[in-house]
């Protein structure tokens, strides 16, 4: 029987040393990760971080390159500080290249497939899959063929999802796979805390709030962006219904609470915006406890000055995922310009921390909301944890759906 084992023994591991320089000599996976979509928001720069560290954290032994969209204002240098083996294809050539290297294309998160013509050309000229991974998505004929043509689709709300399943969507693998954004950890604590105690914010102490007009005036932060009357009509329609339910949750956390508020951006627009709607019309008992930053910040420093809040408020989409991402309590004003993406809150557990400004939701339960979790921080911060538990289990999903496809 000795003899037998020994006999067993020594043949497996001869047969696994034998496979190991096979193994070894398999070339990793690579993949074409296209996104990068914008820099004047926060948001759309976290869209690449987030599935960087997806990737990073769930296919390891994988080779990623980024095509991006922009890259510029800094945001290069703090991706190649956070993933220095990261390759970025910016030109021509350096596309070219990762076109016949690269054996799958990721198209990331985003407001739509914001890239569907990048998926077209990528299967036209290689005839290798793709994927598309956290979009909010509305119908269209070419959309829906790019949708059934990919080895999976992951929608960032079940909106989108079920208008994709309504109009015919034969993609294998359709399901619920929210923003990426909720795994970005790109931090700077050292500046952000810096910068908390030069404007007097003490850590757990203050809640933040963002604003936002129905439809962003792209025209006054962005070149070749020409000034729309249309929009900028309606922005000045809503802007009093939209925002000051959140300048009246301002004053009764500074009132009822005790805690500051920092006013703070999301986009480039949102300092003026915040100065002209809150700062400047609040009660100079409560302004003396309110901070307006009045530059923008890109999404390392503002993420660490988030961690470091009691929580978030806004119409804003991105800077709550961040908050949720890391345990943080945010509540999400939605409307209809805003796309479907806010229901993703619905999605994830968190119904009562999502307000409809289209149904005056926010102006008759937003204040309730954001006292509550400024007053019992444990219960609202175990519930931000439920959230983000929802959401890691279902971006991991997706990494798995990648992984079966690459390697299948």
Not at 369 to 392: F, P, S, Y
Request: with cysteine.
């Amino acid at each position: 029987m000795k003899r037998r084992h020994f006999l067993s023994t020594a043949l497996s591991a001869s047969a696994a040393a034998s496979l190991t320089p096979i193994r070894a000599a398999m070339p990793k996976k690579k993949i074409l990760l296209r996104s990068s979509w914008q820099t004047v928001n926060i948001g759309d720069i976290a869209h690449t971080p987030g599935m960087l560290t997806l990737l990073e954290r769930h296919c390891p032994d994988y080779e990623v390159t980024l095509w991006p969209s922009h890259v510029n204002n800094g945001v290069e240098e703090i991706l190649r500080e956070r993933f220095p083996k990261l390759k970025i294809a910016k030109n021509a050539d350096e596309r070219k290249e990762a076109f016949e290297t690269n054996d799958f294309l990721l198209h990331g998160s985003g407001p739509g497939i914001v890239a569907q013509k990048s998926i077209i050309e990528w299967s036209e000229k290689t005839g290798k899959p793709y994927g598309i991974g956290g979009v909010t998505w509305r119908y269209s004929e070419e959309g829906l063929d790019v949708i059934n043509r990919s080895a999976f689709t992951f929608f960032r709300d079940s909106v989108s999802l079920q208008v994709a399943k309504d109009n015919g969507g034969t993609c294998p693998i359709m399901e619920f796979g929210p923003d990426a954004t909720f795994a970005c950890d790109l931090s700077a604590d050292d500046a952000a805390s810096a910068w908390l105690e030069e404007v007097g914010l003490e850590e757990g102490k203050f809640m933040c709030c963002i604003p936002k007009l129905r439809n962003t005036p792209y025209w006054e932060v962005k070149e070749g962006y020409k000034f729309d009357p249309v929009k900028h009509a309606r922005n000045e329609e809503m802007k009093e219904h939209d925002i000051g339910p959140l300048r009246n949750a301002v004053i009764a956390v500074v009132r009822e609470t005790g805690m500051k508020v920092l006013l703070c951006p999301e986009d480039a627009t949102h300092m003026k915006l915040n100065k002209e709607m809150i700062y400047d019309k609040l009660p100079a008992d409560v302004k003396q406890q309110v901070v307006w930053r009045e530059s923008y910040w890109l999404t390392d420093f503002a993420t660490s000055v988030y961690t470091r809040s009691a929580g978030l408020f806004g119409n804003e989409q991105h800077s709550p995922i961040l908050c949720i991402g890391h345990g943080i309590p945010a509540i999400v004003c939605r409307y209809k310009e805003q796309t479907s993406k806010g229901f993703m809150w619905k999605d994830i557990g968190l119904s009562e921390w999502l307000f409809d400004h289209d149904l005056d939701e926010a102006e008759k339960g937003l204040t309730p909301a954001v006292l509550a979790i400024a007053t019992d921080q444990k219960t609202a911060r175990a519930r931000a944890l439920e959230g983000k538990a929802v959401a890691d289990a279902r971006m991991k999903r997706m990494m798995e759906a990648l992984r079966e496809t690459v390697e299948s």
